[in-house]
């Protein structure tokens, strides 16, 4: 495997950083204690989209799958309601669980 725990929560960052300027501004780094919420309000859609939009380019770049099934229960498991600093932890349990290709 390639990518650390700190990888992934530099690369969740990033993810937010790019979707949410403005609020990642605002926090500076205490952004890991956030919740979900205050980046995308309601929309459970885009929570799981910054989850996904960070994990799949580690697991493309480290030439890694995930069985569809584990990557649908990760993306359902992130909510409005977590704090940016666990989902990025999630982020890793969840590329921790892929495989080499082939």
């Known amino acids: ?5 700190e990888d992934a929560t530099a690369r969740y960052r990033a993810t937010l950083e790019k979707m949410q300027p403005g609020k990642m501004n605002a926090l500076g780094n205490t952004w890991d204690k956030a919740t979900l919420a205050f980046f995308f309000a309601a929309d459970q859609n885009l929570a799981a989209f910054s989850a996904r939009d960070t994990l ?3 697991l493309q770049e480290d030439h890694r799958e995930l069985a569809s099934q584990v990557m649908r229960q990760f993306l359902d498991s992130v909510g409005l309601d977590q704090q940016a ?3 990025a932890g999630q982020i890793f349990d969840t590329y921790a669980t892929s495989k080499p290709l082939g």
């Open 1 to 5: 495997m390639k990518f650390t725990p």
């Open 85 to 87: 600093g666990t989902v």
């Open 56 to 58: 799949v380019p580690m």
